[in-house]
T-cell receptor
Framework: DAKTTQPPSMDCAEGRAANLPCNHS???????VYWYRQIHSQGPQYIIH???NNETNEMASLIITEDRKSSTLILPHATLRDTAVYYC?????????????FGKGTHLIIQP | GAVVSQHPSRVICKSGTSVKIECRSL??????MFWYRQFPKQSLMLMAT?????????EQGVEKDKFLINHASLTLSTLTVTSAHPEDSSFYIC??????????????FGSGTQLSVL
């Protein structure tokens, strides 16, 4: 799996959009970009994933650059409950037998 | 979304005893499940891959005789920490792969088990 690079921490004001960047310059053509988050003492929670096109669901939006070397996770209206460690992971999708390889992620702190 | 149930959520045991952790996929079949370990303020580390009906595959440095994995059905995998010692105290998390139409899959995670060995 391609290595990803994220800032170790970020702050965001409650109610504002939180934009979390991720670099994955060595990503291969068949690797998806996945985002998970982990709230303290809980298992990781799936947020969103994409291959080339931008994606949106009820939790977030994922913007992937045209060259696919970086992406941004957007939480449109951050709340205090969004405080968590966010992990960006590049992984082949399609029935492979590999588990996710977690980096250190970004600790997002939502400020009241 | 798919649900992965993990039990117990917390266990405290004496040194030398064995502890079993269960991981169930509630609304989908999982031929492959994964076990992770997480120490405080660190990221998740993959311990082993559990395959239904076959032996588990362990990551380098993980003792297979100490961390016994059984994946007897398509919805259940268990991790047994044998002869637990204080250094085995950690947060253990399982995950299962859910295929959607054969591709575009997601991994779903259990809520984790905090093991404390006295």
């Amino acid at each position: 799996d391609a290595k990803t690079t994220q800032p170790p921490s970020m702050d965001c004001a409650e109610g504002r959009a939180a934009n979390l960047p991720c670099n994955h310059s060595t990503i291969s053509g068949n690797e998806y970009v996945y985002w998970y988050r982990q709230i303290h003492s809980q298992g990781p929670q799936y947020i969103i994933h994409g291959l080339k096109n931008n994606e949106t669901n009820e939790m977030a939006s994922l913007i992937i650059t045209e060259d696919r070397k970086s992406s941004t996770l957007i939480l449109p209206h951050a709340t205090l409950r969004d405080t968590a460690v966010y992990y960006c992971i590049a992984m082949y999708s399609g029935g492979g037998a590999d588990g996710l390889t977690f980096g250190k992620g970004t600790h997002l702190i939502i400020q009241p | 979304g798919a649900v992965v149930s993990q039990h117990p959520s917390r266990v405290i045991c004496k040194s030398g005893t064995s502890v079993k952790i269960e991981c169930r996929s509630l609304d989908f079949q999982a031929t492959t499940m994964f076990w992770y370990r997480q120490f405080p303020k660190q990221s998740l580390m993959l311990m082993a891959t559990s395959n239904e009906g076959s032996k588990a595959t362990y990551e380098q440095g993980v003792e297979k005789d100490k961390f016994l994995i059984n994946h007897a059905s398509l919805t259940l995998s268990t991790l047994t920490v044998t002869s637990a010692h204080p250094e085995d105290s950690s947060f253990y998390i399982c995950s299962a792969r859910a295929l959607q139409g054969g591709k575009d899959e997601k991994l779903f995670f259990g809520s984790g088990t905090q093991l404390s060995v006295l």
